[in-house]
């Protein structure tokens, strides 16, 4: 009888998995902090005896190595991808032994599309199989961006993806389920993944790769691409250099007068708690990046790749909970921290800022009575994604996404920005950005279907 755990990075959008029998099994893309791999291991009273890497990953840092040298697990990597490291080189067909009192085996199967080298795993019991892998080829509902790459190969791999797919449905049982690593909020998929489980079976009648032609389903695929995290162009490198052992120490304390120093000197420091208590007192300069929100993804895609980053938590539980998400993207070791609250990060004598926060019925009230003369302009900006965007707008507002925003403050226009996105979080950062500067910032925090309700009009298309 076999076993397969999930693991959720959830702030990533990925999943990794924990497979195997009475006294082994395999770690399928296992995340930087391995810890919880090794955790759900200690549950089920298994040896690890194999680690495997789907592909070299695009969206976070691998505890692939780091886990195969813990457990003394052979490392399987695909064998064409490039890397600096000794692992046991996989090819299509390979099979390895997970648990042979149970009769488990894992067999490779080239599925190339996501990278050129992209590899899937069918865990077979007793020579059927039970369960495929796919990583970043067969996804729910879609597949693997494939232009993560290299902009010349993205039409190729996005007619390979098309053929992997293809090639799953062909040789695997329709009520084999599918177990993807990304597609559950990740940018490496090509579109949100519909629903939390599916099968082989499901994906022939749904999934795009299996019910277009490969011209059509190409075309769509391509159309629909949006932009990439800037920090992705780091993640695959580190993977294929071989990354360090997690370190989820806490970084060096620091105090007011220092806080207030590495900002003068231009660094970042990035205040984790909430939005709303934000946005009634912080520290003069620094950034609102919620440690409850997607704070590895937006953090790592909006600053400077090196920038040294100092974190501000009113916990120490929430510093150590935001140091292992930004460890996972290769943010390994902020320059300083603090906990508490601003009165304990702001020199004696100096008072915090604030902004106010609105709704999208204040935003309607203030654009729909006549402006008096001592009113400053009002600027609506929107930093949700043009794909976000396109399916409904405010009339007249400015965009600009938010991962663009720190290198294009001087875009916004004159007057006071009432920024906002989706449900709220987005536009935080954005107002924490943009108050910095020194602007007059009001935070949408809401809900963008309340806008048309509230009186605002609404386009399409924009």
């Not at 924990?18 to 291991?41: F, M």
């Not at 579109?191 to 075309?219: C, Q």
């Not at 910032?441 to 963008?448: G, L, N, R, Y």
Request: hydrophobic residues 45%; glycine residues 8%; aromatic residues 4%.
């Amino acid at each position: 009888m076999f076993f397969i755990d999930t693991i959720e990075t959830e702030g990533l959008g990925n999943r990794s998995y924990l497979a195997g029998g009475a006294t082994t099994a395999v770690a399928v893309d296992p995340p930087r902090d391995i810890d919880r791999i090794l955790a759900a291991a200690a549950v089920r009273g298994v040896r690890i005896s194999h680690v495997v890497e789907t592909h070299l990953h695009n969206d976070y840092v691998t505890g692939g190595l780091d886990l195969a040298r813990l457990t003394g697990a052979a490392y399987l990597v695909p064998a064409a991808a490039r890397v600096a490291f000794a692992r046991t080189p996989v090819a299509d067909g390979d099979t390895v032994d997970v648990d042979a009192a149970d009769a488990l085996t894992l067999r490779a199967l080239a599925t190339p599309g996501h990278t050129p080298h992209h590899t899937s795993y069918v865990l077979e019991e007793r020579g059927r199989p039970a369960a495929v892998f796919t990583g970043g080829s067969l996804l729910i509902g879609s597949v693997g961006r494939p232009d993560l790459v290299e902009p010349r190969l993205t039409e190729a791999l996005a007619r390979a993806q098309h053929a992997s797919a293809h090639r799953l449905a062909a040789e695997l049982p329709d009520a084999t389920p599918v177990l993807p690593t990304h597609g559950f909020g990740s940018f490496c998929s090509s579109s949100p993944a519909e629903g939390e489980a599916t099968t082989i079976g499901r994906e022939k009648a749904a999934n795009e790769a299996l019910v277009k032609d490969v011209d059509s389903f190409v075309a769509a695929l391509l159309a629909g691409l949006e932009d990439v995290p800037a920090y992705y162009a780091h993640m695959g490198p580190a993977n294929a250099a071989g990354p360090d052992p997690v370190d989820l120490s806490t970084p060096p304390l620091t105090d007011a007068a220092d806080i207030a120093a590495r900002l003068a000197a231009g660094e970042w420091v990035v205040d984790l708690r909430n939005r709303i208590a934000f946005a009634q007192g912080h520290v003069a300069g620094s950034f609102n990046f919620e440690a409850e929100g997607k704070i590895a993804t937006h953090l790592a895609w909006m600053i400077p790749r090196g920038k040294p980053v100092t974190l501000l938590a009113d916990s120490p539980e929430q510093l150590a909970a935001a140091r292992r998400e930004l460890v996972r993207v290769g943010i390994d070791h902020p320059a300083a921290a603090a906990t508490g609250t601003p009165a304990d990060w702001i020199p004696d004598g100096e008072s915090p800022r604030s902004f106010p926060r609105a709704g999208f019925a204040e935003l309607a009230g203030r654009t729909s009575r006549a402006p008096r003369s001592t009113d400053a302009p009002t600027v609506v900006l929107d930093v949700r994604r043009a794909s976000e965007r396109a399916g409904g707008a405010i009339a007249g507002s400015v965009h600009i996404p938010l991962h663009e925003l720190h290198r294009r403050l001087a875009d916004v226009p004159a007057g006071t920005v009432w920024v906002h996105c989706a449900g709220g979080m987005r536009a935080a950062i954005a107002a924490s950005l943009l108050d910095a500067a020194g602007r007059d910032v009001v935070a949408v925090d809401d809900s963008f279907e309340a806008a048309s309700r509230a009186g605002l009009t609404v386009t399409t298309g924009s």
